[in-house]
């Protein structure tokens, strides 16, 4: 059973920063792309950024400039740091991974979710 865990989410000031973490468990083989979608009340699911397993990036371009992501593959995690926050930034943060797990199947597995909040 692979299970994706998230932490790091909270409230925060505009300008401020978070730095979010998400580490896969489990029977996992290899893992492919990793990264963060967001939802906002009332929005679609939106991706945030995504780094390959050689660590190529992408981010969309709300966030360029603002936030970094990167992944230790030795321990299976992705991070998300986020600076220069906006109140436009808050949303439920999700963290996913393309694996291939111990049945040799690869599939997208997704963290449960983590709020982000931006507000004075």
């Known amino acids: 059973q692979v299970q994706l865990a998230e932490s790091g989410g909270g409230l925060v000031q505009p300008g401020g920063s978070l730095k979010l973490s998400c580490a896969a468990s489990g029977t996992i083989r290899s893992i492919g792309y990793m990264g963060w979608y967001r939802q906002a009340p009332g929005n679609q699911r939106e991706l945030v950024a995504r780094?390959?397993?050689?660590?190529?990036?992408n981010l969309a371009d709300s966030v360029k400039g603002r936030f970094t992501i990167s992944r230790d593959n030795a321990k299976n995690t992705v991070y998300l740091q986020m600076n220069s926050l906006k109140s436009e930034d808050t949303a439920v943060y999700y963290c996913?991974?393309?694996?291939?797990?111990?049945?040799?199947?690869?599939?997208?597995?997704w963290g449960q979710g983590t709020q982000v909040t931006v507000s004075s």
């Open positions: 780094i390959s397993t050689g660590g190529t990036t």
């Open positions: 996913y991974a393309y694996i291939l797990s111990g049945s040799r199947i690869w599939s997208d597995y």
